[in-house]
């Protein structure tokens, strides 16, 4: 049981190029999550997903693109990147029980430098 | 809209001594209420959780905390700190009020520092 698990672990772009960030959570969980963290400003959440083939914008999702085809899976893309999202960006997942609230398992991160 | 204040951006102690991160909040429902731990280059990891039960709740590795409905705060403490707690620390809220998708807002996070 791997938990939440994010690929890769670091990365350097360039502006204007692209990538996919993966998360992947062995844990059966129906909600995921995709959060950024900043010196200084805890967590944003970017975007979010409650189950299988739905997503939805957070609170900073501009230049931000997800998908969750697989329950296990939920991928980040980033389509130009900018300087500006220089990050660590941490996946998240909870099961679904109603109004309870259940705890979010993060993963390890993946630190993001774009040039 | 709901809100967490972490009022120590660094808090320094010795091995030994007791620790005392500070946390209030804002929310205009019921809040649940999480302390979350960072060490360096690692994820967040649950230290512990409010959820309306009892107020004093303890968590992992000695930590405890008190929700004070009254006074809007969730102080997490320690009464011995040791060299391993060294790391960012999280309050976060979650509004209980919503049907499904819980919205969790993190504070700015305080670090702890632990001399010997």
């Known amino acids: 049981n791997a938990g939440v698990t994010q690929t890769p672990k670091f990365r350097v772009l360039k502006t204007g190029q692209s990538m996919t960030l993966l998360c992947a959570q062995d844990m059966n969980h129906e909600y995921m999550y995709w959060y950024r963290q900043d010196p200084g400003m805890g967590l944003r959440l970017i975007h979010y997903?409650?189950?299988?083939?739905?997503?939805a914008k957070g609170e900073v999702p501009d230049g931000y693109n997800v998908s969750r085809l697989k329950k296990q899976n939920f991928l980040l893309g980033l389509e130009s990147a900018a300087p500006s999202q220089t990050s660590v960006y941490f996946c998240?997942?909870?099961?679904?029980?109603?109004?309870?609230?259940?705890?979010?398992?993060f993963g390890p991160g993946t630190r993001l430098l774009v040039l | 809209a709901q809100s967490v204040t972490q009022l120590d951006s660094h808090v320094s102690v010795s091995e030994g001594t007791p620790v005392l991160l500070r946390c209030n909040y804002s929310?205009?429902?019921?809040?649940?209420l999480f302390w979350y731990v960072q060490h360096p280059n690692k994820g967040l990891q649950l230290l512990l959780k409010?959820?309306?039960?009892?107020?004093l709740v303890k968590g992992i590795n000695g930590f405890e905390a008190e929700f004070k409905k009254s006074e809007t705060s969730f102080h997490l403490t320690k009464p011995s700190a040791h060299m391993s707690d060294a790391a960012e620390y999280f309050c976060?809220?979650?509004?209980?009020?919503?049907?499904?998708?819980?919205?969790?807002?993190f504070g700015t996070g305080t670090r702890l520092l632990v001399s010997p």
């Open positions: 997903s409650v189950g299988e083939g739905t997503t």
């Open positions: 929310s205009s429902y019921s809040p649940s």
């Open positions: 998240a997942s909870r099961k679904w029980e109603g109004l309870i609230q259940e705890t979010q398992y």
């Open positions: 976060v809220v979650s509004d209980k009020k919503d049907t499904g998708f819980q919205k969790l807002v």
């Open positions: 409010y959820t309306s039960a009892a107020t």
